[in-house]
C-alpha cells in the first residue's frame, strides 16, 4: 500500500509525543502484527516502545484502538478485580511512588497545564454550552442540600452566602462577579469578620447573626452608589469596611435606603 494513502490517526483526540524514533529518522517500515498491513515505523502510525528496537509497538495504532474499544468492558473488570483484591498494598505503593517523586510530578503537571489551558477551556466550555441544562440539573440536588446543611450554621458559608447576594443586589444583576472575594472586595472572609466583629455592641454575637436576628448593613445605603461593575471606584466606596457594620434585623429593616451624613 502507498504510504500516503495510508490514513493517520486522530492526532487531536489522542495527542502524540513528537520524540523522533530511530526507524523515523532512518525510513524503516514495520509490518503490524494485527493486521499485517506495513506502514511507516512512526509515531504517526505506531505508538512508542522504548525496548524495541526502532522504538515503535508492533501493533499498530488503528490496530490498538479496534482492540482497545473492543474489550475495554473486559479489561476495566479485570482491572478492579485487581485493585480491589490488592488495595492495600497499591495504594502503599502510589505513596511512595508520589512522595518520591512528588516534585517531578508538580512540575509536569503545571506545565501541562500551562500547555493545554487555552485547549481544555474551550473543550469545557463547548461541554457546558451543550450540556447546560443536564449539568445544572446534576448540581442543584447537591448544591441545595449543601445549602441548607450549612447556612445559618457555618459562620464563614453564611457569611461568603451573604456577602454574595449583596454584591450581586449592588450591581443590580447586570454584570457578573468574578473572582474571590479578596481580588473583587479588597479584605478577606477573616477580615470581615474581625471588622464585623469589632463593632458588636451589647448583645450582639455571631449565634445572633447566623439566625438573622443582625444584618451585614452598609452605612450609607447600595442605592447611593448605584455602581456598574465590580471595577467601578462607586464599588470599591459602597463595599469599604469603613461602610460596613452589624446591624439589629429591625433596625436595618426600619432604616431601609436612608442616607445618613451626619
Known amino acids: ?51 524495541s528496537p526502532d522504538g515503535v509497538r508492533a501493533v499498530c495504532r488503528v490496530c490498538r484502538a479496534k482492540d482497545n474499544a473492543e474489550h475495554n468492558e473486559e479489561r476495566t473488570a479485570k482491572k478492579r478485580a485487581h485493585y480491589a483484591k490488592n488495595k492495600e498494598r497499591l495504594l502503599v505503593i502510589t505513596r511512595e511512588n508520589y512522595a518520591k517523586n512528588a516534585e517531578q510530578r508538580r512540575e509536569y503537571a503545571r506545565d501541562q497545564h500551562w500547555k493545554n489551558r487555552e485547549r481544555n477551556l474551550k473543550r469545557m466550555q463547548a461541554n457546558w454550552d451543550e450540556n447546560r441544562d443536564i449539568l445544572n440539573e446534576r448540581r442543584r440536588p447537591g448544591s441545595r442540600a449543601k445549602f441548607h446543611e450549612l447556612y445559618g450554621k457555618d459562620l464563614t458559608f453564611t457569611l461568603k452566602h451573604r456577602v454574595g447576594a449583596l454584591i450581586r443586589r449592588t450591581l443590580r444583576f447586570n454584570k457578573k462577579k468574578d473572582g474571590k472575594m479578596k481580588d473583587i472586595l479588597g479584605f478577606t472572609v477573616d477580615e470581615l469578620r474581625q471588622h464585623i466583629e469589632d463593632q458588636f455592641t451589647e448583645g450582639m454575637n455571631w449565634d445572633k447573626f447566623l439566625s438573622g ?15 456598574q461593575s465590580v471595577d467601578d471606584p462607586a464599588f470599591k466606596e459602597c463595599w469599604a469596611l469603613s461602610n460596613l457594620q452589624p446591624l439589629w434585623a429591625r433596625d436595618n429593616l426600619s432604616k431601609g435606603a436612608k442616607v445618613n451624613f451626619g
Open 213 to 227: 436576628e443582625i444584618h451585614l448593613d452598609h452605612k450609607t445605603p447600595i442605592n447611593f452608589f448605584k455602581p
Open 1 to 51: 500500500m502507498d504510504d500516503n494513502t495510508i490514513p493517520l490517526f486522530d492526532l487531536e483526540s489522542k495527542p502524540i509525543k513528537r520524540t523522533r524514533t530511530i526507524a523515523e529518522r532512518s525510513g524503516i517500515f514495520r509490518k503490524c502484527t494485527a493486521c499485517g498491513e506495513s506502514k511507516p515505523a512512526t509515531l504517526d502510525y505506531f505508538h512508542a516502545c522504548n525496548h
